[in-house]
């Protein structure tokens, strides 16, 4: 649960995609679009959840994928995957340089971005190599101190406006959710639950993965349905749904800070910038995480070099996989960095859509093998292996034709070349395809071992033996 929520960066969305939902998608109704997303995904969640309980692999995706659509298909999966983590993962080190350098010249002390972007990639490898526990005590601290201040401004304007701050007709009936481009509140909405499904990522170095992912995966989509939901919900009510949009002055970025101004104090609109900060290094770290485990899997499997499949013998985690990982952010952010870009405007917005993108064609393709998956095994559960996955996967379709119909709204850019850059999802998964095809006539050994997962114990071997 503490690296989804971290993933997910709650101060970075309450201030910047809560806003932005709002502004350029359907107002106040972008808190009714926080709690359809949710829905969608507490659906997709219902499959995802049956499904791990039958394969637990690190690649969670890949091998979902794998499982119910055919092996070449989830080699596909594996190399958008790998894509849209590791872009991911650089567009988050754009902002965490942008933030940092600009933050700390408010203090006087003036570094280029390169520097905080080195820094915070350089702790992110430390923390990456030791236990997965160790991440998340470390991801803990930071998620407790940014949920603390986003309930401390909530109170403040609770305190200030009462039942006002409470305005639910006018953002959840559906005349209020379906004003202004309920495409995009859409959007930003499905965007704020990004990396939820990394609960199946560490379902190999779990005690008791059958009870602890399922039990994580629902909590955690839960908890942030309501969480932004709330938080949504309360800022429209600090202004007033009439007054929402003129309240940004055409400035989203700067509105909930404003409103921290206004009914708490200035001081806690300066913990909040610090917080957006350390919210997008703990988003950096979970995000490594899950990145640097699809390499492992993929490695420990043969569709990748093995030795990125071999742990550390003392932390029991991926170790070379998160060299590997970092190397290769190193390399592209790197490249950024000599050329001096931009990197909010062209880091982090070049490489953020077709993350974004690429997640949710993996999760429509994982809700669709759930299906595949369990009428092969004549399984008889109606809801969990049939219904629920095939409503996410129709409504998450729908979101990635929004995504893809509205990148430079996604992206934030009118460059045209930033906004061609998900054609290159189309070529991946054609890689992936001849890839997986390729192994399973060349290579059967490699192609009989695809979303295996980890080596059986010989009790479950026996065990397995006997059926």
Request: with cysteine; aromatic share 10%.
């Amino acid at each position: 649960m503490l690296f989804v929520l971290a993933c997910v960066a709650p101060m970075g969305a309450v201030v910047s995609i809560v806003p932005l939902g709002m502004f350029l998608g359907n107002g106040a109704g972008f808190v009714g679009a926080i709690v359809i997303a949710g829905a969608i995904l507490l659906c997709f969640a219902a499959g995802y959840v049956a499904m791990c309980r039958h394969v637990i692999n690190a690649g969670a995706f890949y091998a979902y994928i794998a499982k119910g659509l055919g092996k070449p298909v989830g080699v596909a999966g594996a190399f958008v995957a790998m894509l849209a983590y590791n872009a991911a993962f650089w567009s988050l080190a754009g902002a965490v340089g942008y933030f940092g350098s600009t933050i700390f010249a408010g203090i006087g002390l003036r570094l280029p971005w390169q520097i905080w972007c080195a820094v915070a990639i350089a702790i992110v490898a430390f923390l990456g190599r030791r236990a997965v526990d160790v991440s998340a005590k470390v991801l803990s601290v930071a998620l407790i101190l940014e949920v603390s201040v986003i309930v401390i401004l909530d109170m403040g304007i609770i305190v200030h406006r009462g039942v006002e701050s409470f305005p639910i007709a006018a953002t959840l009936s559906p005349t209020a959710i379906g004003a202004g481009s309920i495409g995009i509140g859409l959007l930003w909405a499905c965007n704020m639950f990004i990396g939820f499904e990394a609960t199946a990522i560490f379902a190999e170095e779990a005690k008791d993965a059958k009870k602890t992912v399922a039990r994580a995966t629902y909590i955690s989509v839960a908890i942030i349905a309501i969480f932004y939901a709330v938080a949504a919900m309360v800022l429209v009510g600090a202004v007033g749904p009439a007054n929402l949009l003129s309240a940004m002055n055409d400035d989203p970025g700067t509105f909930v800070f404003k409103i921290a101004d206004q009914f708490v104090g200035s001081w806690l609109s300066a913990a909040m910038q610090v917080l957006v900060l350390t919210s997008l290094f703990a988003a950096l770290l979970g995000i490594h995480n899950a990145a640097s485990r699809y390499f492992f899997s993929l490695g420990r499997e043969g569709l990748l070099p093995r030795r990125l499949g071999v742990v550390h013998p003392k932390w029991n985690s991926p170790a070379f996989a998160s060299t590997v990982q970092i190397a290769i952010a190193v390399a592209v952010v790197g490249a950024f960095g000599i050329a001096n870009a931009d990197p909010l405007l062209t880091l982090n917005t070049s490489t953020a859509g077709v993350g974004t993108v690429g997640i949710l064609l993996l999760q429509v393709a994982v809700a669709v093998s759930v299906i595949a998956f369990f009428r092969k095994r004549r399984d008889k559960r109606v809801w969990s292996t049939g219904i629920a996955p095939a409503i996410a996967a129709l409504a998450l379709a729908a979101v990635v034709v929004l995504a893809l119909s509205n990148y430079s709204v996604l992206t934030g850019s009118d460059n045209a070349v930033i906004n061609s850059i998900p054609w290159i999802l189309p070529a991946v998964i054609v890689a992936g395809l001849a890839y997986g095809l390729w192994l399973r006539r060349r290579r059967p050994d490699v192609y009989a071992g695809i979303a295996a997962g980890a080596p059986a114990e010989p009790a479950q071997l026996a065990e397995e033996s006997t059926r």
